[in-house]
């Protein structure tokens, strides 16, 4: 039995752990395609877009017709006296005795009346009146102009989607790109390490058979502790570079993943030189087209401003029925109710404003003249922009291959003085700048496999290039 209690203890045990520790397999391409569609930015902009649609039915609605119903009750705690003047009828007294019959009261429930005035309550003690009305708007200038306001809001909305997902496309290939470095930097630390530990121990040894001098051993030493002390600090480096890349694809910060594809790979796989020949189209580029929206926004808006100067017509039918009773007894099959009706048309027509809306189209107009220069702005900034990622991402290949010669120079001249250094033939100051040599090209040639894993995504946005 206990072993039965156990078996279940670790079988759940190992069901919660693996629960909590789940683990994405990915490439370059299926982390883009995943973030696409779970980022948090990627998430939020198709939420924009359904607000925009609600939006836009919410503007069209106004149009339709409008249905409210009303239902009032009222329950007079004290009923309101009225007076009556005495001198319209012949016969004061009789008066007073058929007012006080006709409507139920008597002299002890009113107030004593001014001379020349009978006290009456009119209507009775509790009412309830229920109706609904109809309206629909005939003709509204602003209305108009609102539901093409709406409807492009609706492709701005669906605009800043297509610019979130470019951007979440560059955001995922640089927190890619800077996990695949902290990995090789580790793999290239951990070589050095191993390489460095060997070349020190054989130098102690050296020293103690009194063959070279304690310095050399002592430079050994320092170098092999700076090393250490860098691969640490990366493997720090590394966890933040994995939640951060956790982080642009939109999944749990902690979510163990696994990169399929290796830096050197992505490299040469995104040398492509026919992008800095490619012509570049600043009509098609997304920010125009956001700026060009921005401009017709602006010019809804000055025409919104100036239909504030039409008339607007709107039609509306009512109907009620009204119930009056000293008590509650409004749900009784008995209870008279009263019927009303009512067709009403309502034009607006505004005259006068103190010319406030000849201001307010006045700055309109003026926001839309700034528009217009923000968008010859825009064409001149997108282009340089495209001649400017062309040029990095040129460099970062010729860098890239330049690094790429470079390190396997620095890796002969460092073996070379390593084998000079304990020969004897040359110093451990020699061995120093050959070994720091080594390292700074071994960093570069990683960062610049980066670099042009990174520029060419930049360069894809510069020219407005569509995801795969």
Not at 75 to 83: A, D, E, G, M, T
Not at 228 to 251: C, D, E
Not at 317 to 331: C, E, H, K
Not at 423 to 430: N, R, Y
Request: glycine share 4%.
């Amino acid at each position: 039995m206990k072993k039965l209690i156990l078996i279940c203890l670790s079988t759940c045990f190992f069901l919660a752990t693996s629960a909590q520790e789940k683990t994405m397999q990915l490439s370059l391409q299926e982390a883009i395609n995943f973030a696409l569609e779970n980022s948090y930015n990627a998430k939020a902009a198709k939420n924009d877009i359904k607000s925009a649609k609600e939006i836009v039915w919410e503007t069209t609605a106004i149009g339709l017709p409008q249905i409210n119903a009303k239902v009032d009750y009222q329950n007079f705690l004290k009923q309101p006296v009225s007076l009556l003047p005495a001198a319209a009828f012949d016969n004061r007294e009789s008066v007073v005795e058929t007012v006080e019959d006709f409507f139920d009261i008597t002299r002890q429930t009113s107030p004593e009346a001014p001379d020349g005035f009978i006290p009456v309550v009119f209507g009775t003690k509790q009412n309830l009146n229920a109706s609904v009305t109809l309206t629909q708007l005939i003709f509204d200038g602003s209305y108009l102009v609102g539901l093409q306001a709406s409807r492009t809001f609706l492709k701005v909305s669906k605009q800043a989607n297509e610019k979130t997902a470019l951007l979440t496309r560059e955001a995922v290939v640089n927190a890619y790109g800077n996990v695949l470095v902290t990995e090789n930097s580790i793999s290239i630390l951990e070589s050095n390490i191993k390489i460095l530990q060997k070349n020190y121990e054989d130098a102690k040894k050296i020293y103690e058979n009194g063959f070279n001098e304690e310095e050399d051993v002592e430079q050994l030493e320092i170098t092999l502790g700076n090393i250490k002390s860098q691969l640490n600090s990366v493997k720090r480096m590394k966890g933040i570079a994995y939640q951060m890349l956790n982080l642009s694809l939109g999944s749990p910060i902690n979510t163990k993943l696994i990169l399929t594809d290796s830096l050197d790979g992505l490299a040469e796989n995104n040398i492509n030189l026919d992008l800095i020949n490619s012509e570049f189209n600043f009509s098609d580029h997304i920010d125009f087209k956001i700026s060009e929206n921005d401009r017709e926004t602006k010019r809804l808006m000055m025409k919104l401003e100036q239909s504030k100067a039409l008339p607007s017509l709107s039609a509306f039918v009512n109907y009620g029925r009204q119930a009056f009773s000293d008590s509650f007894s409004f749900f009784n099959n008995n209870q008279q109710w009263f019927g009303s009706s009512l067709l009403g048309v309502s034009l607006n027509i505004p005259v006068f404003s103190s010319f406030s809306r000849k201001s307010k189209t006045a700055q309109a107009k003026i926001a839309l003249e700034n528009s217009d220069i923000r968008l010859k702005e825009t064409k001149q900034r997108l282009s340089l922009m495209a001649e400017k990622a062309k040029s990095e991402y040129q460099l970062s290949i010729e860098n890239y291959n330049t690094s790429k010669r470079n390190v396997g120079l620095a890796e002969r001249i460092e073996k070379k003085q390593r084998i000079k250094f304990f020969e004897g033939i040359s110093s451990s100051f020699d061995l120093l700048q050959a070994q720091n040599q080594l390292y700074n090209q071994q960093q570069t040639y990683i960062q610049s496999m980066l670099d042009v894993i990174a520029k060419k995504a930049t360069l894809e946005n510069a020219l407005n290039l569509p995801i795969k």
